[in-house]
C-alpha cells in the first residue's frame, strides 16, 4: 500500500506542475498581447498553421464536384483563362478580397458555360490552397492549363507567404496535379506573368516581399513539359534583358515570347533645398511605370544536343511601339487574339499634394500589332441599319400583301353571299378582331451597351475565339477600394457593343469613418466648385442605386465626375501638321487605295531617297514594293479617321456611292472635304 500511494503523489504532483506549466505560457502570452499594436497580427497568426487548417478542409472532398452555382464573388488578382479544350467555357481560379479591415482568399474554381450562359462551381481534393497574385497559361502543344505561385496573408494583411508550388489543370476533367519536377524550379513569387511556346512553359519577373522590403525580380525560367524539367538559362555577361518587375504583359510568338510594359519601384535619392541640401541623401522607392518592349527568341535543342540540354534564348530590345498608351499606366492588362495583343484599362498616378495621389483611371481599349509593334486604338461601332433602299422596299412588300389580303376577304365575303352560307356567328366571328401575340423576350437577354465599362485597373482578360471577356478589376477613390463583380464580353470582328453577362454592386469599404472625412475635406476644398461638382460628388459616394434602364455604369458614378474633370481642365492641342500624301477613302480596301496612288507613293519614295543622299538606282518591282510599304502605313494610320467617314456616310444612305471611286478624280471631291 505504501508503494502505491508514493506512486500517487508523485502522479499528482506531474499534474500539477503541468498546470502551472500552461497557466505560466497563457500569462506570457497576455504580456507579449498587450505589449502589441491592436491593429497589428504580425505575431498572433501562424501562416503554417492557417494553411495546414485549410488543407485538412480541402481533404474532406472525396471526389471531384461541379455544381451549378451564380458568379464568383467580388475578388481581385485572380486569373481568368478561355478552356484550351472546350470553345464554350471560360475558367476563373483563386484571388482576394479586401473589404478595407480584413482580407480573404479564394481557392474555388468557376467554370462559366458561355452557350448556356451558366456558372458552374467546381471543388476537388488536390485544389491548390488559396492565393492572389498567381500566373497561369495554357500548355501549348502539350495541352492543359499550368499554374505556378501567388501569395497568401493573414487577414488583417500583417504577414504574407509566397507560394513556389507548380500545378497542372486538366480543364476537361477539372482535375488538379501537383508537379514534382526532376530539377530545381523558381523561387516563389507573385506578380510574375506565364506563357507558352510549344512544348514549353516561359516565366519571368514578379516580386517577393522579405521582412525588410519588396524585391523585384528579373530572372527567366522555362519548364519543358515533356522532359518533366525547369530550366534557368544563363545569358552571357554582356547581354540585355528587361529590368525587374511585375505585372507587365507576356504574349506568345511564333518563335518564343514578347514582353511590353511593366511596374517596379527603383531607388532614388533625395535632400532637402537650401541649407539642408548639404546634409546626408535619403534613399527613397519611387514607383515607376516601363513602356520597353521585348522579344524572347527561344531556340529548341538540336536533335544531337544531349537530353538534359535546355532550349538556348536571348533577349532583343524592340523600339517603343508607334501610337502607344498615353499617358503611361500602369495595371494595364492584355490578352492574345491572332497575332496581337487586346489591352484594356490601368492606371496613371500624379503626386497632386501631400495628402495623397490622385489617379486618373482608364477604359480604353487597345489592339497591339506584334509584328508591326503598333498600337490601335479599338472603338465601339453601333449595329448598321437598314438602308433607304431596304426600307422601300420593305414598304412596298408590306402594302402588296395588305392589298392581297383585303382582296381575298372581299372574294371570301362575295362568295358566302352568293351562295347564302353566312350566319350571324360567322358574321361576328369574320368581323372579330385578330389580336397578334407581341414575341416575349428570351429570359437571358443582356443589355448591349455602346461604351466601354467603366474605367479600372487589373482587370483580367481572356478571349475565346473572337470574343474578349473583361472579368472585374478595381477601382481607387481617395483611400477606398471597390472591386468590381462583372464580366463583360465584345465580339472583337464586329465591335458592335459590350454585352453585359453579370453585374452586381461592388461592396462598401468599411472604414466608414474615413469615407465621411474624405467626403467633409472634399466639401471644403474649395469655394469655387460649381454645385454640378458637388452634385457629382454626391453621386460618386452612392454605391447602392443603379437603374437598369441606364445605358451608363454609376457605381461607382465617377465616370461623370471624371468626364466634368475633362471639360474643366482641357488637354492642350496638339500642334496640326499637314500631310500632303494621298489619303484613303472612305470603303478603300488597301489594294484598290495602292492601285489608285502608286504612281504618287514611288514619287514621294524618289524624292525623299534624294533628300537622303541615297541612290535611287532601284529595279522597278523594288521601287513599287517600298512604295506599297509607305502606302500601307498611311493606310493604317487612317483607318480610326476612315471609319468615322463610313458611319456618317452610311448613316446618311449614300454608301452606295463611295464604291464608284474609278469613274475619275471628281468622285473623291466630297471625302477630301473632310480630310482632317
Known amino acids: 500500500m505504501g508503494k502505491k500511494d508514493k506512486k500517487k503523489s508523485a502522479e499528482r504532483k506531474e499534474r500539477i506542475a503541468a498546470k502551472q506549466s500552461k497557466k505560466a505560457e497563457k500569462k506570457e502570452k497576455k504580456k507579449k498581447a498587450k505589449g502589441r499594436d491592436v491593429d497589428s497580427d504580425a505575431e498572433d497568426v501562424e501562416l503554417d498553421a492557417v494553411l495546414a487548417q485549410y488543407a485538412e478542409e480541402q481533404a474532406k472532398f472525396l471526389k471531384i464536384t461541379e455544381v451549378v452555382s451564380g458568379p464568383p464573388t467580388p475578388r481581385s488578382s485572380a486569373t481568368i483563362l478561355a478552356s484550351p479544350s472546350n470553345r464554350n467555357e ?10 478595407g479591415t480584413v482580407a480573404t482568399f479564394y481557392n474555388n474554381l468557376y467554370v462559366y458555360l458561355i452557350d448556356r450562359d451558366e456558372w458552374h462551381e467546381v471543388t476537388s481534393p488536390n485544389s491548390p490552397l488559396p492565393r492572389s497574385g498567381h500566373a497561369w497559361c495554357r500548355g501549348g502543344n502539350t495541352g492543359g492549363i499550368y499554374l ?14 509566397h507560394y513556389n508550388d507548380f500545378w497542372h489543370l486538366d480543364p476537361a476533367t477539372r482535375e488538379w496535379t501537383r508537379i514534382e519536377t526532376k530539377s530545381k524550379g523558381p523561387p516563389a513569387r507573385s506578380g510574375h506573368r506565364m506563357t507558352y511556346f510549344k512544348n514549353y512553359i516561359i516565366l519571368f519577373g514578379g516580386f517577393q516581399d522579405t521582412s525588410q522590403q519588396t524585391k523585384y525580380l528579373q530572372d527567366l525560367w522555362i519548364y519543358d513539359c ?19 518587375r511585375s505585372s507587365f504583359s507576356f504574349l506568345p510568338h511564333e518563335s518564343g515570347a514578347v514582353l511590353y510594359g511593366g511596374y517596379s519601384r527603383v531607388k532614388a535619392s533625395t535632400s532637402g533645398s537650401g541649407k539642408q541640401a548639404k546634409g546626408p541623401q535619403r534613399t527613397i522607392l519611387k514607383p515607376m511605370i516601363h513602356q520597353d518592349t521585348w522579344f524572347l527568341r527561344i531556340t529548341p535543342p538540336g536533335p544531337d544536343a544531349p537530353a538534359s540540354a535546355g532550349p538556348t534564348v536571348r533577349w532583343e530590345r524592340r523600339k517603343r511601339p508607334v501610337n502607344s498608351p498615353n499617358p503611361p499606366r500602369a495595371g494595364v492588362t492584355m490578352a492574345h487574339h491572332k497575332g496581337r495583343g487586346i489591352l484594356f484599362g490601368g492606371v496613371h498616378d500624379v503626386e497632386a499634394s501631400e495628402e495623397g495621389i490622385e489617379s486618373e483611371f482608364f477604359n480604353t481599349l487597345y489592339a497591339w500589332n506584334l509584328d508591326r509593334n503598333r ?6 461601332r453601333r449595329p448598321k441599319g437598314p438602308s433607304k433602299k431596304q426600307q422601300s422596299q420593305a414598304m412596298k412588300n408590306r402594302d402588296r400583301s395588305k392589298a392581297d389580303e383585303e382582296e381575298l376577304l372581299r372574294n371570301l365575303a362575295a362568295l358566302e353571299a352568293k351562295k347564302g352560307i353566312r350566319r ?4 361576328a366571328d369574320f368581323h372579330r378582331p385578330q389580336v397578334e401575340e407581341e414575341p416575349s423576350e428570351p429570359a437571358n437577354t443582356k443589355i448591349v451597351r455602346f ?18 471577356f473583361i472579368f472585374g478589376g478595381t477601382y481607387e477613390r481617395g483611400d477606398q477600394e471597390f472591386i468590381f463583380n462583372d464580366l463583360y464580353s465584345i465580339d472583337l470582328a464586329k465591335m458592335d457593343g459590350v454585352k453585359e453577362i453579370f453585374y452586381n454592386e461592388p461592396p462598401n469599404w468599411n472604414n466608414k469613418e474615413e469615407e465621411s472625412e474624405d467626403e467633409e475635406d472634399e466639401e471644403d476644398e ?7 461638382d458637388t452634385e457629382v460628388t454626391e453621386d460618386a459616394v452612392s454605391m447602392d442605386t443603379r437603374s437598369a434602364a441606364s445605358t451608363e455604369l454609376t457605381v461607382p458614378s465617377v465616370t461623370q465626375g471624371m468626364e466634368q474633370l475633362d471639360v474643366d481642365e482641357p488637354p492642350e492641342p496638339e500642334p496640326v501638321v499637314e500631310d500632303n500624301r494621298p489619303h484613303p477613302r472612305p470603303f478603300e480596301s488597301l489594294r484598290d487605295f495602292f492601285a489608285r496612288t502608286s504612281t504618287e507613293w514611288q514619287n514621294i519614295l524618289i524624292e525623299r531617297l534624294k533628300t537622303q543622299g541615297q541612290s535611287v538606282e532601284k529595279t522597278p518591282k523594288e521601287l513599287r514594293k517600298e512604295a506599297f510599304d509607305l502606302a500601307e502605313e498611311k493606310w493604317w494610320d487612317s483607318r480610326e479617321e476612315i471609319m468615322a467617314l463610313e458611319d456618317e456616310q452610311e448613316a446618311a444612305g449614300i454608301g452606295e456611292v463611295v464604291n464608284i471611286a474609278e469613274k475619275g478624280d471628281s468622285a473623291a471631291v466630297g471625302g477630301a472635304a473632310r480630310r482632317r
Not at 451 to 468: G, K
Open 424 to 427: 350571324e356567328e360567322d358574321e
Open 451 to 468: 461604351e466601354m465599362p467603366h474605367p479600372r485597373f487589373n482587370a483580367q482578360l481572356a478571349v475565346q475565339e473572337d470574343t474578349l
Open 90 to 99: 471560360l475558367l476563373v481560379f483563386g484571388g482576394e478580397y479586401f473589404d
Open 375 to 380: 498600337f490601335f486604338e479599338l472603338t465601339l
Open 148 to 161: 505556378f505561385g501567388g501569395e497568401f496573408s493573414s487577414p488583417k494583411q500583417g504577414t504574407f507567404y
Open 226 to 244: 515533356s522532359k518533366y524539367t525547369w530550366f534557368n538559362p544563363q545569358l552571357p555577361p554582356a547581354s540585355q534583358k528587361p529590368d525587374p
Open 526 to 532: 474649395s469655394d469655387e466648385e460649381s454645385d454640378k
